[in-house]
């Protein structure tokens, strides 16, 4: 009896030490060698302070940044809220973004009343960004023409030149013009 408990209990620190130290350590190794950006959470930084992530998106109040979809303010809680098509809380959540951004001059599109599926989405598209570019030039006291080619060069196209469609990332757009300010 007593032989078999000490070979579990052998067994159990063994499998402790490979699985739950070994592995995971040589695991962060890697990832520290060879993708060092992306395993610490690929941060942005500006004027040598960590503004965000390029993963995960910000919230931005206020008429003079660009607005990215209304997703929940915590990073570390991902998913959508699944609201159906005939969703009363579907159609509540919009008509008040709806409000919110027409308060602040942005023509509202689909993308930019309803969150995203990850509920962290980073990024917008060129029309999500466009339909914003009077409201921030207004708001910044800056030409129309310049914040609408801020918006084309932060324009980033599909993966590979076929996976997906064209974005802009928020953050990236927001500190090019904070620059530009």
């Known amino acids: 009896m007593l032989v078999h408990l000490r070979r579990a209990i052998v067994v ?15 695991e962060t190794g890697i990832g520290q060698l060879l993708l060092r950006n992306q395993a610490n ?5 500006a004027n040598n302070e960590v503004v965000g992530s390029s993963l995960a998106g910000q919230h931005w109040t206020g008429p003079n940044w660009f ?12 998913g959508s809220q699944n609201y159906g098509p005939r969703s009363k809380l579907l159609l509540h959540f919009s008509r008040s973004e709806l409000v919110l951004l027409r308060h602040e001059g942005i023509t509202p599109t689909s993308d930019l009343v309803t969150g ?3 509920g962290i989405d980073p990024d ?3 029309a999500d960004a466009y339909a914003q570019v ?3 030039a207004a708001a910044d006291h800056l030409p129309v023409t310049a914040v609408r080619h801020l918006v084309a060069t932060h324009m980033a196209g599909a993966e590979f030149g076929f996976f997906g ?14 620059q530009l300010r």
């Not at 469609?165 to 904070?178: F, G, K, W």
């Open 12 to 26: 159990s620190i063994v499998l402790f030490v490979v699985c739950g130290l070994a592995y995971p350590a040589l």
């Open 41 to 45: 959470g690929s941060l942005v930084t």
């Open 67 to 78: 607005q990215g979809r209304p997703d929940p303010d915590n990073p570390m809680a991902t």
């Open 116 to 118: 995203s599926a990850s």
């Open 124 to 126: 917008i598209s060129p």
């Open 134 to 136: 009077s409201a921030v």
């Open 165 to 178: 469609a064209p974005y802009v990332d928020v953050l990236e757009l927001n500190i090019a013009l904070s």
